[in-house]
Nanobody, 117 residues
Framework: QVQLVESGGGLVQAGGSLRLSCVAS????????MHWYRQAPGKQRELVAG???????NYADSVRGRFTISRDYAKNTLYLQMNSLKPEDTAVYYC???????????WGQGTQVTVSS
């Protein structure tokens, strides 16, 4: 079992920055791939960024160049540095972990990010 807890969301003006954190506990050593997803009101959940154990990263086109995903293995923590925020980045942001050995996905409870214009 893996437990994920996000933090760092909040209200920020357009052009501002936030850093989200996701702390993993439980069998966190078994996590292979981690992602950030987001879901805006009335919209489907969408992938924002992902990172593998060899630190390969991928980003949605809408955030590439503005957001940076990183992972601190010593702290069992996933980060999402978000710069140049836009009102359309407003959403609940979720941390996701995938364990290859069990083929299971785990989700955090989400953290709200609101960007005002």
């Amino acid at each position: 079992q893996v437990q994920l807890v996000e933090s760092g969301g909040g209200l920020v003006q357009a052009g501002g920055s936030l850093r989200l954190s996701c702390v993993a506990s439980g069998s966190s050593f078994s996590i292979n791939v981690m992602h950030w997803y987001r879901q805006a009101p009335g919209k489907q959940r969408e992938l924002v960024a992902g990172i593998t154990t060899d630190d390969s990263t991928n980003y949605a086109d809408s955030v590439r160049g503005r957001f940076t995903i990183s992972r601190d293995y010593a702290k069992n923590t996933l980060y999402l540095q978000m710069n140049s925020l836009k009102p359309e980045d407003t959403a609940v942001y979720y941390c996701n972990a995938f364990v290859v050995r069990s083929s299971r996905y785990y989700w955090g409870q989400g953290t709200q990010v609101t960007v005002s214009s």
